[in-house]
């Protein structure tokens, strides 16, 4: 007979996943027991608030770990790297619920089930970056993958949503099929789920060289990429990101991004140092496929979401660099990199959130014309943010690629320097490309067509973007705080 | 007293872009607030002591304590003097916008503000990443200052402008990184030399785009052309002295040894661009073209001189800086003004313009001369003193330098006859007026600094460099083949 024996749960660890959760709960409760008309407020306030206690939570996680530590049978990782990657997802999450605010008549119908997805995701999330061993692992990576393709495919009016629900689906679970493989590969060669008890048996037994492990670790990279949409395992990001709802895309694109970026940071550094030869290296080079390939397909879209998701493809290559370092400034730069990052993308998305309601339909380059004049605030914040893309001063952008290059050179990789500079130079030339269709055209060339009527009324949108464009700003000149945050985050993984 | 001099414009930016001030308030305010700048300027040179070493009126703040990065400015010699013209162009250059009036008053005058504060910091910093800040910085107002006022092919210009600049300042970023690591700090004053020749060259990469220097010029014509007259005026008079600033203070003083290695193939690209600009000046068919193309000619010569590496190079090179500002500053804007009264700068189609319009003529005139460097002028005495630097490298550098100022007279020769003089061109009337009270206030104050210059250029000379061990003099002294001052021919390398 076995003993079933429960272990001691650290309720507090788990607090930021368990404010999520509940919020998520409420969220549904609300689209069954209020009336229709009130369940998009009363989803928005549950999501909104989850996301706040959330976030406050996390904080006092961060502050209150200063001690790493694992708890929970050793399945979840209480420490202030896992805290960080938290607080930037519960604040991305709750700039998200601000930018979906003002998309109430497009998803009335699926209001609270919308926002109980979005926190669900949000939960999941914040599971994923606590996770201490492989199984923890899978579970909350399904967790709110699940939560992201139904809203991916929420607007079901629309084919392009139900497309990228479909592809997001179809492309994710292979992604996910490929990191349980690698899962149990790495289980079958180590006989160990816990990612430090996974280096201590390598160490011991001598599985340095070990076919199954390599291939484990491998598949286990292939599935992270997926979810971070680095190159070659890209393929679903311009799709879903086009045709998701876009408060759906600005959510993804900073806090998926973050998640799989961190956990792979984590995965990679305590469970496999014995092998970084082999996984730096590749690393390495996924990086270099993503900042190729993203930035030279970027170049040639008109559609604007597309472009973007081309530009998170060529980001997801700089944070690998970082990852690729493998040592400490690496992960400060990585968790440091996140932070604007987060908001630029949250903040360029929202603009074209904006521009879609009031146009009525996907936001070409063309049809950004003029708005830098029209709408100032959402102008001037989409021109910061491209420059902050494109990592030029005066926005947390340019640390960023700061720190990222340190890191490399710290290695002693210069040559990613390299491939970092020309891409980014080649990224120049389409960021501008935005600033270029916001202030440059003359009145002439702007023919502007709104669906009909004035623009709505978007309070919160504006305010989520204000804020995006204070963390972008603000990070460049705060970014010693910052960095020391990052630092004390960092300083916890085994490097 | 140098952050207020960064800060004062910065904040006059603000103001202009975050209140609702009507086209004529904004200008005002932007005027009001550069004057200011001048006036700082003018207060800080007075407390300036041209004897002492080292930096002055340093400020130094942490920025990220880890990699020893830090908010760290203060003014040399030379810098204060390349700060000076900045102040003053710009002054001019905002006057004249709020003069023309700009569309979309408030946003043109932040930039302008914006810029202003931009370079001073260019020139002021003392930490490398706070200098590549400031230097990115000023690509970004002008981006748009060209990108949305400019001409009619304005779009192609800034794509040009900034592709070429951004390509040149991320490779210098990649070697600012990899030599603050290796020092240890990104501090200038604190950071040691270094030997390496890659390093050096990203760094000569982003200053030859910014000067520009042959064969990186590709961006400088239709960007000087393309261009509102006053922004023309403040890119080839003020933005392309960062690259002059960057070589001495980054370039040459904390990598002698490649310095001194990469001479030679330096000095020919500056003399290939010196003589080769020339050409295409006298070939030029618009007023901006010839000016245009002086400034890659007057760019390669400074490069001369700074890459002669030598005394009188540098010093000369800092003379003709600021008086190659002035000029160039100067004669945009008069290119403006005859524009805005011949709707065009095709010179088959202008001349004949000094019949009944003294002012213009004898301002134009004035200018002009003292651009193709008559003895006596300020350009003559930066030219011979750069003269003298190259020839102690070898008398072939000085006939090259020799004949290319013979040309900007043929150039300039040129160019004023063909404006003023000859036949009344076709686009010129009868009624076209001379120079209004206004422009007169904007250029007068030009002309008569650069009168003031070509009296006393030893007001600048002397004053540039007074040693210590920042000053980039003392990184090519001792470890040079032979001379470096104003010591007996005899000594020459043969």
């Given at each position: 007979?076995i003993?079933?024996?429960t ?9 930021p996943v ?25 989803g928005?306030?549950f ?11 996390s904080a006092?996680?961060?502050v209150?770990?200063g ?9 979840i ?5 896992a805290?960080?990657a938290q607080?930037?997802v519960?604040g ?5 619920v601000g930018?979906?605010?003002?998309e109430?008549p ?7 089930e919308y926002y109980a997805?979005?926190a669900?995701?949000g939960a999941g999330?914040a ?13 909350a ?5 699940i939560s992201?393709y139904?809203?991916s495919a929420?607007?079901?009016d629309r084919?392009?949503?139900?497309e990228?629900g ?5 492309v994710g679970g292979?992604?996910s099929?490929a990191?349980?493989?690698?899962s149990?590969l790495?289980y079958?060669?180590t006989?160990e789920?816990?990612?430090?008890r996974i ?7 001598g599985?340095?060289?070990d ?13 992270l990429?997926?979810?971070a949409?680095?190159a070659?395992f ?7 990101y ?5 408060p759906?895309t600005?959510?993804m694109s900073a806090?998926?991004?973050t998640?799989?970026?961190?956990l792979a ?19 390495a080079a ?10 030279l397909a ?23 660099i970082a990852?690729?370092a ?8 990585l968790?440091?990199?996140?932070i604007p ?6 903040g360029?998305?929202?603009v ?5 309601r ?10 950004l014309?003029?708005?830098g004049?029209?709408?100032p ?10 420059l ?14 700061f720190?990222?290059f340190?890191?490399?050179v710290e290695?002693g990789?210069?040559?990613?320097v390299?491939?970092g500079v020309?891409?980014t130079a080649v990224?120049?030339?389409y960021?501008l490309?935005?600033v ?7 009145d ?5 067509m709104?669906a009909g ?6 309070g ?14 603000g990070?460049?000149?705060a970014?010693?705080?910052l960095t020391?945050l ?5 300083k916890?993984l085994p490097? | ?8 414009p910065?904040a006059g930016?603000?103001?202009v872009?975050?209140l609702?001030?009507?086209r ?13 700048e001048?006036?700082?300027w003018?207060?800080?040179l007075?407390?300036?002591d041209?004897?002492a070493e080292?930096l ?5 703040v942490?920025?990220l304590a880890?990699l020893?990065v830090?908010?760290?400015v ?5 810098s204060?003097w390349?700060a ?9 250059a905002?006057?004249?916008a709020f003069w023309?009036?700009?569309?979309r008053?408030r ?18 910093a003392?930490?490398l ?5 400031f ?5 970004i107002?002008?981006?748009?200052l060209?990108?949305?006022?400019g ?12 592709i070429?600049?951004?390509a040149?300042s991320l490779l210098m970023l990649?070697a600012?990184v990899?030599y603050g ?7 200038l004053?604190?950071?040691?030399t ?16 910014k000067?520009?220097l ?5 961006w ?17 008079g003020?933005?392309?002295k960062a690259?002059?600033?960057?070589l001495?203070?980054?370039?040459i ?12 193939p330096?000095?020919l690209?500056?003399?290939?661009g010196l ?5 295409l000046?006298f070939r030029?068919?618009?007023?901006r073209?010839v000016v245009a ?5 007057q760019?390669?010569?400074i490069t ?5 590496l030598?005394?009188p ?5 800092i003379?003709q800086s ?11 804007l ?11 700068g095709e ?5 004949g ?10 301002l134009l005139?004035?200018t ?5 460097a ?8 930066g030219?011979?003193?750069i ?16 004949v290319?100022?013979?040309?900007a007279?043929?150039y300039?020769l ?12 076709r686009?010129v009337t009868e009624d076209?007026l001379d120079l209004r009270?206004?422009e007169?206030a904007?250029v ?7 009168l ?10 002397e004053?540039?460099f ?7 003099r003392?990184a090519v002294?001792?470890r040079d083949?032979?001379?470096t001052?104003?010591?007996p ?6």
């Amino acid at each position: 007979m076995i003993a079933a024996t429960t272990p001691k749960v650290d309720w507090f660890a788990l607090a930021p996943v368990l404010a999520l959760l509940a919020a998520s709960g409420l969220a549904l409760l609300g689209a069954v027991l209020v009336p229709r008309r009130r369940a998009h407020g009363v989803g928005g306030v549950f999501a909104a608030l989850g996301f706040a206690v959330a976030f406050v939570l996390s904080a006092l996680l961060y502050v209150d770990s200063g001690e790493a530590r694992n708890v929970v049978a050793e399945a979840i990782a209480r420490d202030r790297f896992a805290a960080l990657a938290q607080l930037i997802v519960c604040g991305a999450g709750l700039l998200a619920v601000g930018i979906s605010w003002s998309e109430r008549p497009r998803v009335e119908e699926h209001a609270g089930e919308y926002y109980a997805l979005l926190a669900a995701a949000g939960a999941g999330m914040a599971f994923l970056v606590a996770a201490n061993n492989l199984m923890v692992l899978f579970l909350a990576l399904e967790w709110f993958s699940i939560s992201l393709y139904v809203l991916s495919a929420i607007r079901a009016d629309r084919v392009e949503s139900l497309e990228a629900g479909l592809k997001y689906l179809i492309v994710g679970g292979f992604g996910s099929a490929a990191l349980l493989f690698g899962s149990a590969l790495v289980y079958g060669s180590t006989g160990e789920l816990m990612f430090g008890r996974i280096a201590e048996a390598t160490r011991a037994q001598g599985l340095e060289s070990d076919p199954l492990l390599l291939a484990g670790l491998a598949m286990v990279i292939t599935g992270l990429g997926f979810k971070a949409s680095a190159a070659p395992f890209h393929m679903w990001t311009p799709d879903v990101y086009d045709g998701a709802p876009t408060p759906v895309t600005a959510f993804m694109s900073a806090a998926t991004k973050t998640v799989a970026l961190v956990l792979a940071m984590r995965v990679l550094v305590a469970a496999f140092p014995q092998l970084d030869e082999f996984w730096t290296l590749a690393i390495a080079a996924i990086a270099c496929i993503s900042l190729a390939w993203g930035n030279l397909a970027a170049l040639v879209q008109r559609n604007v979401k597309r472009m973007l998701a081309y530009s998170s493809i060529s980001h997801a290559g700089f944070m690998l660099i970082a990852i690729a370092a493998n040592n400490e400034l690496g992960g400060r730069a990585l968790l440091y990199y996140l932070i604007p990052y987060s908001a630029m993308s949250l903040g360029a998305f929202a603009v074209l959130a904006a521009r879609e309601r009031e146009l009525g339909r996907a936001v070409a380059l063309d049809d950004l014309g003029g708005l830098g004049w029209e709408r100032p605030l959402l102008g001037l914040s989409l021109w910061v943010f491209m420059l902050g893309f494109a990592g030029l001063p005066l926005t947390g952008g340019f640390w960023g690629k700061f720190l990222v290059f340190s890191a490399a050179v710290e290695r002693g990789w210069t040559w990613l320097v390299i491939v970092g500079v020309v891409a980014t130079a080649v990224s120049l030339y389409y960021y501008l490309s935005v600033v270029r269709a916001l202030y440059m055209r003359s009145d002439l060339e702007v023919r502007l067509m709104p669906a009909g009527g004035s623009p709505p009324r978007e309070g919160l949108l504006q305010a989520a973007v204000a804020a995006c464009l204070a963390v972008t700003v603000g990070s460049f000149f705060a970014v010693q705080p910052l960095t020391d945050l990052a630092e004390a985050a960092a300083k916890q993984l085994p490097f | 007293m140098t952050t207020a001099l960064i800060v004062l414009p910065l904040a006059g930016a603000l103001l202009v872009w975050l209140l609702p001030w009507s086209r004529f308030w904004a200008g005002s305010v932007a005027l009001l607030v550069a004057l200011v700048e001048v006036g700082l300027w003018i207060n800080t040179l007075v407390g300036f002591d041209f004897d002492a070493e080292g930096l002055q009126h340093a400020q130094r703040v942490t920025w990220l304590a880890d990699l020893d990065v830090s908010y760290h400015v203060g003014l040399f010699g030379f810098s204060l003097w390349l700060a000076g013209l900045t102040v003053v162009v710009m002054a001019a250059a905002i006057a004249y916008a709020f003069w023309a009036g700009r569309d979309r008053p408030r946003s043109y005058f932040g930039l302008m503000l914006f810029l202003t504060g931009a370079i001073v910091g260019v020139f002021s910093a003392q930490d490398l990443l706070l200098f590549y800040a400031f230097f990115e910085a000023m690509l970004i107002p002008l981006y748009v200052l060209v990108g949305v006022w400019g001409g009619p092919g304005r779009i192609g210009a800034t794509l040009k402008f900034v592709i070429y600049t951004m390509a040149g300042s991320l490779l210098m970023l990649a070697a600012i990184v990899v030599y603050g690591l290796s020092e240890g700090t990104f501090d200038l004053v604190k950071a040691g030399t270094s030997g390496s020749t890659w390093l050096f060259l990203g760094f000569v990469a982003a200053f030859a785009v910014k000067a520009p220097l042959f064969p990186l010029h590709g961006w400088l014509p239709d960007a000087y052309r393309e261009s509102p007259s006053e922004v023309s005026a403040v890119l080839s008079g003020v933005v392309s002295k960062a690259a002059v600033y960057g070589l001495l203070r980054i370039a040459i003083a904390k990598f002698p040894e490649p310095a001194q290695e990469l001479r030679v193939p330096i000095l020919l690209l500056a003399a290939s661009g010196l003589v080769y600009g020339s050409l295409l000046a006298f070939r030029a068919t618009d007023f901006r073209g010839v000016v245009a193309y002086s400034s890659l000619a007057q760019m390669g010569l400074i490069t001369m001189g700074l890459f002669a590496l030598n005394d009188p190079g540098f010093d000369g090179a800092i003379l003709q800086s600021v008086a190659h500002g002035l000029i160039s500053a100067t004669l945009f804007l008069l290119a403006g003004s005859i524009e805005r009264r011949a709707a065009t700068g095709e010179l088959p189609r202008l001349g004949g313009l000094a019949k009944g319009r003294p002012a213009l003529a004898t301002l134009l005139m004035t200018t002009g001369v003292i651009a193709l460097a008559v003895p006596g002028s300020a350009s003559f005495a930066g030219e011979f003193l750069i003269l003298v630097g190259v020839f102690e490298r070898g008398w072939g550098w000085a006939v090259v330098g020799v004949v290319a100022i013979v040309l900007a007279a043929m150039y300039m020769l040129r160019l004023i006859s063909a404006v003023l003089h000859e036949r009344r061109g076709r686009a010129v009337t009868e009624d076209a007026l001379d120079l209004r009270p206004a422009e007169l206030a904007i250029v007068i104050p030009l002309v008569a600094c650069l009168l003031v210059l070509s009296a006393w250029p030893a007001g600048i000379t002397e004053r540039s460099f007074a040693g210590g061990p920042d000053d980039p003099r003392a990184a090519v002294a001792g470890r040079d083949d032979g001379w470096t001052g104003y010591a007996p021919l005899e000594e020459d390398e043969p």
